[in-house]
């Protein structure tokens, strides 16, 4: 069997997802599968230096020949949405070309991110004349209105709706992270027999509790074990409401023993660093991302760790840094919209604490609830990481992946 990726990231650069794309990848190698992927030049998280070695690396090959990189020269991604918009049209038409003269391609198998790469498979699909199975990890135009980027039924927002009727339209086979984004397309109108729900795994043993003796990110920055920690690990953007954790430390700024501790990057950074300091929060610090390897370290020095959504976004987003908390056996914080997936799995399981998103009140009373039982942080950790080794380890979840793809392409012969 010979996959088709076209991707608009791929390794060395760094993203929240990116272990996903690579654990599928090496199982798909793992069975035997060949690939071809079509990739820009790399850009994200990554130096100056390191960019320029790869404008020099136009094919590689993993997995022992079975995965077969293409590289095509692209300019840098900038910060601005104009920017990255206008750096994904020019990836889309390189891919379009790319896909279309590609060779011996049995099936296409793309991601939802940037929202226009599942369109372009379509056009790739027509050519070729294979299946096409779409990976559909955000959906748009929803998570644009929710960001702020745009209104429902603006002329952008009914483009979207417009691409993403016809990607779902061509879709063989839709995967989707959540029964809540099950239902959302379904609404739509995409047949449930074309949806398939894999949620999101994680690398039970990359992504492990570390104890604090052990956990070396304490002394590298130069933070005391004695105090209760609140983590967020991430992106920086308003779609992510970074505001609610700095009015939470503002709201809990008399209490000593409680501090904030920020890892990310992203859009909103130098308004959110504004906001913080203008507040003289003593109780916040902000750090950059860590490399990948070292997520264990950086939500296990967690008491409890957060995830947020603006208020509106919750059932277009599956935040799949929750599993990475639960792995490591880290309480979480959850200040999201009711009514979701990621609510019910909180509570049913008790992994951690639940508040509607936007609500500071509510969000401020979790924290202090868990530092005055702090022996439920401890609970809700050991809970939520039984609860990915019984049911989205990495095995588990390419399996997965894998059944789909031979099913699909098992009928198809038939």
């Known amino acids: ?42 850009t994200r998280g990554i130096t100056n230096e390191t960019r320029e070695e790869y404008k020099r ?13 293409k590289r095509f020269s692209m300019i840098r991604e900038g910060k601005s949405p104009l920017q990255r918009a206008f750096r994904y049209l020019l990836c889309n038409i390189r891919h379009c070309y790319s ?121 590298e920055l130069g933070l005391s074990r004695d105090l209760f920690y609140i983590v967020y690990a991430g992106n920086l953007g308003h779609a992510q409401n970074i505001d609610i954790i700095i009015d939470a430390a503002n709201e809990l700024s008399t209490r000593e023993d409680i501090r904030f501790v920020i890892f990310g990057s992203g859009g909103s950074e130098k308004e959110l660093k504004g906001k913080a300091a203008k507040l003289n929060l003593k109780n916040l610090t902000f750090f950059p991302i860590q490399p990948s390897e070292r997520i264990s370290e950086v939500y296990s020095l967690g008491n409890a760790a957060i995830v947020t959504c603006k208020p509106g976004l919750g059932k277009s987003a599956m935040p799949s840094k929750t599993w990475s908390i639960m792995s490591s056996g880290t309480a979480i914080l959850a200040n999201f919209d009711e009514e979701t997936e990621l609510q019910k799995i909180i509570e049913t399981q008790k992994i951690g604490l639940f508040s509607k998103a936007g609500d500071v009140e509510k969000f401020s009373d979790a924290i202090v609830n868990l530092y005055e039982n702090s022996e439920r942080c401890l609970e809700f950790g050991k809970n939520g990481r ?9 095995e588990v979840g390419t399996s997965k992946y894998i059944d789909v793809i031979n099913n699909l392409l098992n009928n198809r012969t038939k």
């Open 1 to 42: 069997m010979n996959i088709l990726f076209l991707s608009s990231y791929f390794h060395p650069e760094q993203a929240a997802s990116f272990y996903l794309w690579e654990n599928l990848r090496e199982a798909f190698a793992d069975r035997g599968y060949n690939m071809e992927l079509y990739a820009p030049t790399p």
């Open 57 to 69: 690396k136009k094919y590689e090959e993993f997995y022992n020949g079975r995965l077969k990189v």
């Open 99 to 219: 896909g279309c003269n590609a060779k011996t391609v049995d099936i296409i198998f793309v991601g939802s991110t940037p929202p226009t790469q599942g369109w372009i498979a379509t056009k790739v699909k027509r050519k070729l004349k294979v299946p096409f199975v779409y990976c559909l990890q955000d959906i748009f135009p929803d998570s644009l209105v929710g960001t702020g980027i745009t209104k429902k039924k603006s002329l952008l927002w009914k483009i979207g709706r417009k691409i993403e009727d016809d990607i779902y339209k061509n879709a063989d086979k839709i995967i989707v992270i959540s029964e809540d984004f099950k239902k959302n397309i379904i609404e739509k109108g995409v047949p449930e027999s074309k949806i398939e729900v894999i949620y999101n795994w994680v690398d039970e043993k990359a992504v492990v509790p570390i104890s604090r003796n052990e956990n070396k990110l304490f002394d």
């Open 386 to 394: 039984n609860f990915i080794l019984k049911n989205l380890t990495k």
